[in-house]
T-cell receptor
Framework: DAGVTQSPTHLIKTRGQHVTLRCSPI?????VSWYQQVLGQGPQFIFQ???????GRGNFPDRFSARQFPNYSSELNVNALLLGDSALYLC??????????????FGEGSWLTVV | GENVEQHPSTLSVQEGDSAVIKCTYS??????FPWYKQELGKGPQLIID?????GEKKDQRIAVTLNKTAKHFSLHITETQPEDSAVYFC?????????????FGKGTMLLVSP
């Protein structure tokens, strides 16, 4: 079975531009979360979606937005890119509704470099 | 919010030795503690997890212990092999206003020398 798949794997953008990152969860998983991992740090929570509804948001500016589609895939959008947005963006899926104790599986991530 | 501290930041061992990574968490409401292994250029891979109603869990060469009173949990790897070399992250899961999130430690780089 395919794991969590993300695209693109690598991309380079210029400051001020916009980026869209895509994620397909494991088949049957309805919960998708997004995390940002800056080099040398652990992942930080950005968003959680379940059944196409935003369930939670981390401490990120409004330039970050996301959505989940009827097939449970998801997009993360970042506007007005800053150099500090350079990071590995990880998508994670879970088979269960949002609750503590969910087993969460990560994709390989999308490496974003802002120049 | 939740805060997870992880030590050490780097750990070098000889092949065959044991490795121990320790984490502490701050929020007593956290009740699920996964460990992830991240190899260079890849996403985190779940290797073992433990829930708050269990004190210890073992899977072959890997074991995790949890002390809820002390808010402390540890990863133990026995008979280390060079392929165990990677960055290991501990995390704590908490439910907040209808959603759940993982709070990660800063990671431990494990180097296993042949």
């Amino acid at each position: 079975d395919a794991g969590v798949t993300q695209s693109p794997t690598h991309l380079i953008k210029t400051r001020g531009q916009h980026v869209t990152l895509r994620c397909s969860p494991i088949s049957g998983h309805k919960s998708v979360s997004w995390y940002q991992q800056v080099l040398g740090q652990g992942p930080q929570f950005i968003f959680q979606y379940y059944e196409k509804e935003e369930r939670g948001r981390g401490n990120f500016p409004d330039r970050f937005s996301a959505r989940q589609f009827p097939n449970y895939s998801s997009e993360l959008n970042v506007n007005a890119l800053l150099l500090g947005d350079s990071a590995l963006y990880l998508c994670a899926s879970s088979p269960d509704p949002p609750r503590a104790g969910n087993t969460i599986y990560f994709g390989e991530g999308s490496w974003l470099t802002v120049v | 919010g939740e805060n997870v501290e992880q030590h050490p930041s780097t750990l070098s061992v000889q092949e065959g030795d044991s490795a121990v990574i320790k984490c502490t968490y701050s929020d007593s409401a956290s009740n699920y503690f996964p460990w992830y292994k991240q190899e260079l250029g890849k996403g985190p891979q779940l290797i073992i997890d433990i829930r708050s109603n269990v004190g210890e869990k073992k899977d072959q060469r890997i074991a995790v212990t949890l002390n809820k009173t002390a808010k402390h949990f540890s990863l133990h790897i026995t008979e280390t092999q060079p392929e165990d070399s990677a960055v290991y992250f501990c995390a704590a899961s908490i439910i907040l206003s209808g959603y759940s999130t993982l709070t990660f430690g800063k990671g431990t780089m494990l180097l296993v020398s042949p």
